[in-house]
């Protein structure tokens, strides 16, 4: 028989064995959670910064985070669409950096569509409004082009630079109408002073210039409606243009250089008579100036008419005289203009008021540019305005001396 074998040694108990499996896995998951989790240190810094408050340590500490990266995806990404680089950078390669819109890197796929056919399935869709005139479609290249004839507010379009003439004269005779009722109330109620001219006929005038300008017809709206429904039917590029308004935008630009040019005019005028007047404006005789397009000449009481009276002294005819020129190479209205102070007239005066006196000098004026010059009657307009425009406050008797006037107005827009 063998021999019997030496005892064995006695190895680890079974609970060593198993405390140490249990260890071993648990240092992995701690291995795993730390793996997992942020490192931030300025979260530490916080933390331990509330501590020493609570312990009654105070000290700031400004620490910046530094910038990390936080995850193994690239959270950096560049503003514009440009084609990625191969390098691990935030700045993406572009074909020029300078330029102030990067360039798309993308690319127009060749026109899938017969034009012609897209030009008919418009046509067809706006059958209605191109019978009557308002649409215009036609093939472009690769482009249906929809020209809209008959749009744009009510007052534009083919007729819209004469309801703005219209307009004009229109608020031109609003103005005069109110001169005319301002007169006749004075000659009427003589120095009562307060009353209002009636308005009325002014606002009448415009609230129908706010419609002509400002209103959109309910045919235009259905006219757009019509358009944007044929542009989305259809499979091809689709420019729309609105010759209406190109034509108004047009005219809107020949009326503003032809305003440009009649101010331009009017200022030569004012400069070159400003020359010739140049002595009596010294004086303080008369003055002038421009505004827009009229020129307007003051010619003050004295050495014009005497205190409280109507007729023209001789000393003003060579200061006429030298309108003569300029009335001459312009066929606009002449308008004339009487005013006064808002002193009363004087007793035994021969004018019941200030509205009889302004209106009278007015008309002297008047019939000296007429005999003198030779003004045309059918160019004169003569009006009493009283006190009713001052040109300051009336308060010391400089200022009411510069009231009392006469003023011609020559337009040469007209």
């Known amino acids: 028989a063998c021999p019997e074998c030496a005892p064995c040694k006695k190895g680890a108990p079974l609970w060593m064995a198993t405390f140490a499996d249990m260890a071993t896995l648990l240092m992995a998951f701690f291995v795993l959670i730390l793996s997992f989790s942020e490192m931030k240190t300025l979260k530490y810094i916080q933390i331990a910064g509330t501590m020493k408050s609570a312990f009654g340590v105070q000290k700031v500490v400004s620490v910046p985070e530094p910038p990390k990266g936080t995850s193994i995806i690239s959270l950096s990404f560049s503003p514009t669409q440009a084609q990625q680089s191969v390098i691990d950078q935030v700045k993406q390669q572009t074909t020029d950096h300078d330029q102030k819109n990067v360039e798309l890197q993308t690319k127009k796929k060749s026109h899938d569509y017969d034009v012609n056919a897209e030009v008919e399935n418009v046509k067809q869709t706006l059958q209605e409004e191109i019978a009557k005139g308002q649409v215009e479609v036609y093939?472009?290249?690769?482009?249906?082009?929809?020209?809209?004839k008959g749009t744009g507010t009510s007052g534009e379009g083919e007729n819209g630079s004469e309801n703005q003439q219209g307009v004009k004269q229109g608020m031109r005779d609003g103005e005069q109408a109110e001169s005319s009722d301002k007169q006749a109330q004075g000659?009427?109620?003589?120095?009562?002073?307060?009353?209002?001219?009636?308005?009325?006929s002014l606002e009448?005038?415009?609230?129908?210039?706010?419609?002509?300008?400002?209103q959109v017809t309910?045919?235009?709206?259905?006219?757009y409606s019509k358009v944007a429904q044929a542009s989305h039917e259809t499979v091809a590029d689709v420019t729309v243009i609105d010759v209406a308004k190109q034509q108004q935008q047009q005219q809107e630009q020949q009326d503003q250089e032809q305003q440009q040019r009649l101010e331009a005019?009017?200022?030569d005028a004012a400069s070159d008579l400003a020359v010739v007047m140049s002595?009596?404006?010294?004086?303080?005789?008369?003055?002038?100036?421009?505004?827009g397009t009229q020129v307007i000449v003051r010619l003050a009481e004295k050495g014009t008419f005497g205190p409280g009276d109507a007729k023209l002294n001789p000393s003003a005819i060579p200061t006429i005289r030298a309108m003569q020129e300029m009335i001459g190479q312009n066929q606009g209205t002449v308008r004339v203009s009487g005013h006064t102070d808002n002193r009363g007239i004087a007793a035994g005066s021969d004018f019941h008021s200030n509205w009889?006196?302004?209106s009278v000098r007015a008309a002297a004026v008047a019939d000296t540019l007429r005999t003198i010059l030779g003004v045309e009657s059918e160019r004169l307009t003569v009006e009493g305005l009283a006190d009713s425009n001052p040109l300051n406050d009336?308060?010391?008797?400089?200022?009411?001396?510069?009231?009392?006037?006469?003023?011609?107005?020559l337009d040469v827009a007209e």
Do not use: C, K, M, P
């Open 356 to 358: 009889d006196l302004s």
């Open 218 to 223: 309910e045919g235009t709206l259905e006219l």
């Open 265 to 267: 005019q009017a200022a």
């Open 187 to 200: 000659q009427e109620q003589g120095e009562a002073q307060g009353q209002q001219v009636s308005q009325q």
């Open 139 to 148: 093939a472009d290249e690769q482009q249906v082009v929809i020209e809209l």
């Open 279 to 291: 002595q009596a404006v010294s004086q303080g005789l008369a003055e002038v100036e421009r505004d």
């Open 204 to 214: 009448t005038q415009g609230q129908q210039t706010s419609q002509q300008l400002g």
């Open 394 to 409: 009336n308060a010391t008797a400089a200022e009411r001396a510069r009231n009392r006037r006469v003023e011609i107005i």
